[in-house]
């Protein structure tokens, strides 16, 4: 062999043995993620399972009409059908009922409905987005029965009512004369307005949430991403009077569960209307969430990041459920950040599922999570289970699960 032939071979040997690292490495990196989507698929399978158990309890224990919002001091406390949690409950059903088969939940999830659905009437919330499309929108992916369009539709025309177009928002609270206060939770009812318009065809729906948002850009953000919970405009006007709090810390401050309601609702934004603002919005709101020197390592945050008694203060299931879930849909729109995105999502699915905040079968009134906190300022459901973490929790985990089935086909 002469001199160069003997080169050559030699460099085709080096690249071929290259080629073969390179496809060992990538198979291990597969088989790593997978792996790591299989650990958790039995978790999650096993919460789901659980959750079925939990849930029959409950289901014995609620009223006929009414709607369970807590479990405190050995009691389960319950609501009507007007309370802007009343959806959860039989959005809840509807999920596990996807993951175990369980009828006895869906027969439970529709006799909910049936007494759920004289709110599609109700103009004194902005909560109808909550309400009507975390049980009928559901509903409605399961099973496409006309009556339940026909609810949702009205749904969102009672909710389009307390759109102000001097403002540019739909109304959250209602509230003394010269008010218009309007949360940052309220990006959580824009998704119904979207659906609307896509089964009526009727584009003013999703032009009052492309405004509703708008604004709610312009005004509820500092300039670290972080949102107010509450601003008070001029109705008049529209120019902003007031930004504070009511649930949170104080005013200056990151309320957890605010900058989740955020987070999810900005990513609903961006796939609703593939306008990339949105998304850099979501990816804002979530570097404030994930940067924090106030998250703890086990991602589940305290109820503000700005508590007074942190490492002391109290820790949101609820608010660490919704990002669980929101992290999981924003990771498909951001290639670059997908991974850690799914990462984070991953490690609070995780540690939801622990002793720690998942309640032993038999225990909790029925709820799965424990540990959320609605209003610490007004003494209301602190350091308890509520009926959102627990719908976010499931919503989390199918999502979860949807993500890694799309995976494991990519991956073939
Ligand atoms: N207002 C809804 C919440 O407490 O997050």
Excluded at 186 to 211: C, H, P, Q, R
Excluded at 296 to 321: E, M, T, V
Excluded at 353 to 365: D, F, I, L, Q
Aim: charged share 20%; aromatic share 12%; proline share 4%.
């Amino acid at each position: 062999m002469n001199g160069n032939l003997s080169i050559i071979m030699k460099n085709i040997n080096v690249t071929i043995l290259f080629l073969f690292l390179s496809a060992l490495f990538t198979t291990c990196v597969a088989q790593k993620n997978n792996a790591s989507f299989k650990n958790l698929n039995s978790t999650i399978i096993q919460d789901f399972n659980e959750a079925d158990s939990q849930y029959r309890l409950m289901m014995k224990e609620v009223p006929a009409g009414r709607f369970p919002k807590t479990f405190e001091h050995d009691s389960l406390e319950t609501s009507g059908p007007g309370w802007w949690c009343s959806g959860f409950y039989p959005g809840s059903l509807l999920y596990i009922f996807e993951a175990t088969k369980d009828s006895s939940l869906y027969y439970e999830a529709l006799r909910k409905l049936n007494d759920l659905k004289q709110e599609q009437y109700n103009k004194t919330t902005h909560d109808l987005g909550f309400m009507m499309y975390c049980s009928f929108g559901n509903a409605y992916k399961i099973d496409s029965a006309e009556q339940y369009k026909s609810i949702l539709i009205n749904s969102a025309k009672s909710l389009a009512t307390r759109f102000n177009p001097l403002v540019g928002c739909i109304k959250s609270w209602d509230s003394k004369p010269g008010d218009f206060l309007v949360i940052i939770d309220n990006m959580m009812n824009l998704e119904l307005l979207f659906w609307a318009t896509k089964a009526t065809g009727d584009s003013s729906f999703y032009k009052i949430a492309v405004t509703h948002a708008n604004t709610t850009m312009k005004n509820h953000f500092r300039p670290d991403y972080s949102s107010y919970h509450v601003v008070n405009y001029n109705p008049v006007t529209g120019a902003v009077q007031e930004k504070r709090t009511a649930q949170g810390a104080a005013d200056s401050s990151a309320w957890a569960r605010g900058q989740a309601w955020g987070l999810y609702g900005f990513t609903v934004m961006y796939r609703e209307t593939k306008d990339k603002k949105y998304l850099e919005q979501a990816n804002h709101i979530a570097d404030f969430i994930l940067n924090n020197p106030n998250l703890p390592k086990d991602k589940i945050p305290y109820w503000d990041f700005d508590a007074p008694n942190i490492p002391h203060a109290l820790r949101d299931a609820s608010a660490a459920a919704i990002i669980a879930s929101a992290l999981l849909e924003l990771s498909k729109y951001n290639k670059a950040k997908s991974e850690s995105y799914i990462k984070v999502a991953t490690r609070i699915i995780r540690n939801l599922s622990s002793p720690e905040y998942k309640a032993a079968v038999g225990t909790n009134g029925g709820f799965l999570l424990k540990h959320s906190v609605g209003s610490l300022p007004g003494h209301s459901e602190v350091d308890v289970p509520l009926t959102y973490a627990d719908y976010y929790f499931f919503e989390a985990m199918k999502r979860y699960r949807e993500l890694e089935k799309n995976k494991s086909t990519d991956l073939k």
